[in-house]
Structure formats: C-alpha cells, structure tokens
Antibody, heavy 120, light 108 residues
Framework: EVQLVESGGGLVKPGGSLRLSCAASGFTFSAYNMNWVRQAPGKGLEWVSSISSSSSYIYYADSVKGRFTISRDNAKNSLYLQMNSLRAEDTAVYYC?????????????WGQGTLVTVSS | QSVLTQPPSVSAAPGQKVTISCSGSSSNIGNNYVSWYQQFPGTAPKLLIYANNKRPSGIPDRFSGSQSGTSATLGITGLQTGDEAEYYCGTWDSSLSVAVFGGGTKLT
C-alpha cells in the first residue's frame, strides 16, 4: 500500500524558514516523480514544485521560485521542501503527492498533509 | 486567478447526472492530459480521472471524463449524497512548465 507521511509543519514568523519532509513507503520511491501541492485555508489547490525520479528535472511555481527548494533522498525514501523567506501567503496545508507514471502534473497518491502557518 | 476555469458550484438531485467543465488553453488542456480530483472537507484530494478519461482502479464507472480542444468535462451519473465534495481539474502547462489546477467546483 502506498503511504506518504508529511512532517515538519508548524508556526513560523514571516521571513523564517521551515523544512518539510515526506516519508514514502509501499512502492519503489526512486522510480517516481514526486510533488508538493498546497492548499491555503478555504482555498483551492496550488501546485508548488515537482522533482523527477533522479532529481534531474525540477520545477517550481512562480510564487515560490527562489525561496523554496525541493529535494529527495532515494536511499531514505524521502522527499523534502526547504522553505525560506516565508510569507503570510505561504500559510497552507502542504501535501506530498506521488505521480502515477511519467505524466507531468498527475498526482495519483497524496499524503494527509502538514499545516504551515506563517504569522507573527 | 486560476489558469484553468471551473464553475464555482453545481448542484443536482440524487440519481441525476451532473457535468463540471474545465476550460484552459492550447498550452495546457489543448496539449496535455487532464486529471480530475475529488476532495472532501478536511481530507486530501483523491485522483478520480486521469489521461482525460481513464479511471484508477476502485473508481466507479459513474465517473467519466472527456476532453475536446481546450476544454475538459467531468461527468457524474447516478448522483449520490456521498458525491457531495469539491472537484478540481488539473494538467501541465507546456509553455509555463508548471502544473495548473482549476479553482475547484463544489458539488451540492
């Protein structure tokens, strides 16, 4: 069974940093592209970033480019999101999502999410 | 402002059929597969339709998808009260090299 478990969320002040983690199990992690998708309170889904299986290709939403860094450790079956220079508008539930295949923007499995709150 | 446009809400009676539209452009829906997601309050989204019209295992055939030009449509037949949820379309935008979602449609 595919399992994705996010951690690392919490309350942080504007301008601060946070590192999210996603522990994957139940599948061959190194074979799949991985993604971060967020959802602000009461709002819709917003894609944040994607990373290919071997980290060769990385993409970011304009809203986080230059501030967030996605990475993965295939040996540890883990996905990460380093978030710097956080803003109030980054407040959201952050989901880790696995691709179904090589199709871009196809999120087949989702974690339960971790809440990031940016507030003074 | 979402790149993909969905109606904010749709409604229908139990047993009826409903469709949810998703409008985009040639750089996204026009040239990439569309997927649809169902989300209940307080829970993670769930993949409902992928590659425009394919259903993952476990998704009943009451749910269907189609794509034509720069628009896609999710159809749900035999509506059940348990289908009441938020529905999102999503795809890749080849020009922007970003994933894009619609703003979501609340089904009542």
């Amino acid at each position: 069974e595919v399992q994705l478990v996010e951690s690392g969320g919490g309350l942080v002040k504007p301008g601060g940093s946070l590192r999210l983690s996603c522990a994957a199990s139940g599948f061959t992690f190194s074979a799949y592209n991985m993604n971060w998708v967020r959802q602000a309170p009461g709002k819709g889904l917003e894609w944040v970033s994607s990373i290919s299986s071997s980290s060769s290709y990385i993409y970011y939403a304009d809203s986080v480019k230059g501030r967030f860094t996605i990475s993965r450790d295939n040996a540890k079956n883990s996905l990460y999101l380093q978030m710097n220079s956080l803003r109030a508008e980054d407040t959201a539930v952050y989901y880790c999502a696995r691709a179904r295949d090589t199709t871009m923007a196809l999120f087949a499995y989702w974690g339960q999410g971790t809440l990031v709150t940016v507030s003074s | 402002q979402s790149v993909l446009t969905q109606p904010p809400s749709v409604s229908a009676a139990p047993g009826q059929k409903v469709t949810i539209s998703c409008s985009g452009s040639s750089s996204n829906i026009g040239n990439n597969y569309v997927s649809w997601y169902q989300q209940f309050p307080g829970t993670a989204p769930k993949l409902l339709i992928y590659a425009n019209n394919k259903r993952p295992s476990g998704i009943p055939d009451r749910f269907s998808g189609s794509q034509s030009g720069t628009s896609a449509t999710l159809g749900i037949t035999g509506l059940q009260t348990g289908d009441e949820a938020e529905y999102y379309c999503g795809t890749w935008d080849s020009s922007l090299s970003v994933a894009v979602f619609g703003g979501g449609t609340k089904l009542t």
